[in-house]
């Protein structure tokens, strides 16, 4: 018999991150992990420009804390930045400061509407660790900037750090984030085949310049790319390790890990308390946050 929850627990927690549903019992259950939260913090002129964040415990670094913007997934059609509060939880509890955002969905947009709102909210990130936290800004580390996001919002952040095209407008570069982190990203998907994605990608009929395995270069920030062994939803080979592949032949510092005993939900489930003992996502997350370039 497995160490950790019972299997009961088990099937009752999957089946909420199955469901894409609010993931009550999930984020019950990783409370504490940050030593601050705030809630409702608008960072554009929509009302799905919204962000929620989460500060770590104990002192301020020197330089303020790496920091972390998250995208959630939701095949572009679902989600809201409340249900991954166990997110946020869990990597302010490894110390970095994250950032947790919302962004317009399907059917009030589509690609690459999506992509303008996720640039828009990690210009806010930029924006408030120019000012410095002694000067109302918050207390991070602006050379320590990584944006990381799980299936569709792994996608949002593998084109936010490959693709110029959308940081530009905000005077920024891909260069300017200290990394970034995909988990179950699909990066090489098309022609698409899920269902609730053919519209957000205009199928058949694709627009150019939409898959993150054509857009690899040499200037790419450091990458770590997560994924699930046994996933039928996004394949890992396909995608994570073709990814990471290329971007390794480029000479880009990428670690590529793929990991057992989860499928394409639970690993990002692996980052909530009740969960971290089937994969060590939160910790090598951690490790790649820390390490220097």
């Not at 601050?36 to 330089?63: A, C, K, M």
């Not at 166990?86 to 302010?92: D, I, M, S």
């Not at 408030?128 to 000067?135: D, P, W």
Request: aromatic share 10%.
């Amino acid at each position: 018999m497995r160490l950790g929850l019972g299997t009961a627990a088990l099937g009752a927690l999957t089946t909420l991150l199955q469901a894409c549903s609010p993931l009550n019992l999930v984020n019950v259950t990783s409370l504490g992990g940050a030593g601050e939260r705030r809630t409702g913090i608008t960072f554009g002129p929509l009302p799905r420009h919204q962000l929620d964040l989460y500060r770590p415990s104990g002192p301020v670094p020197p330089q303020g804390w790496p920091t972390v913007l998250f995208i959630y997934g939701g095949t572009w059609n679902r989600g809201e930045r409340a249900d991954y509060r166990f997110v946020g939880e869990a990597l302010a509890s490894e110390g970095l400061f994250t950032v947790i955002a919302d962004y317009r969905l399907y059917p009030e947009v589509r690609w690459p509407d999506f992509l303008h709102d996720c640039a828009l909210a990690l210009r806010w990130v930029f924006d408030e660790a120019g000012k410095g936290g002694l000067a109302g800004g918050l207390p991070i580390d602006p050379a320590r900037i990584y944006v990381m996001g799980h299936s569709a919002g792994a996608y949002n952040a593998a084109m936010l750090a490959l693709d110029p095209r959308w940081l530009a407008p905000h005077g920024l570069t891909p260069a300017k984030l200290a990394g970034w982190i995909g988990l179950a990203g699909p990066y090489d998907f098309l022609p698409v085949t899920e269902p609730d994605a053919k519209p957000v990608f205009f199928h058949p009929n694709y627009p150019a310049g939409t898959q993150p395995i054509e857009l690899a270069t040499a200037t790419a920030p450091r990458t770590f790319l997560g994924a699930a062994r046994n996933d039928p939803l996004v394949n890992p080979t396909r995608s994570t390790v073709g990814l990471g592949v290329k971007l390794q032949a480029f000479g880009v510092p990428t670690t590529v890990q793929v990991y057992d005993r989860v499928d394409h939900f639970t690993l990002i489930g692996a980052l909530a308390r009740p969960l971290r003992w089937m994969a060590p996502v939160l910790k090598d997350v951690s490790r790649f946050v820390r390490e220097k370039a």
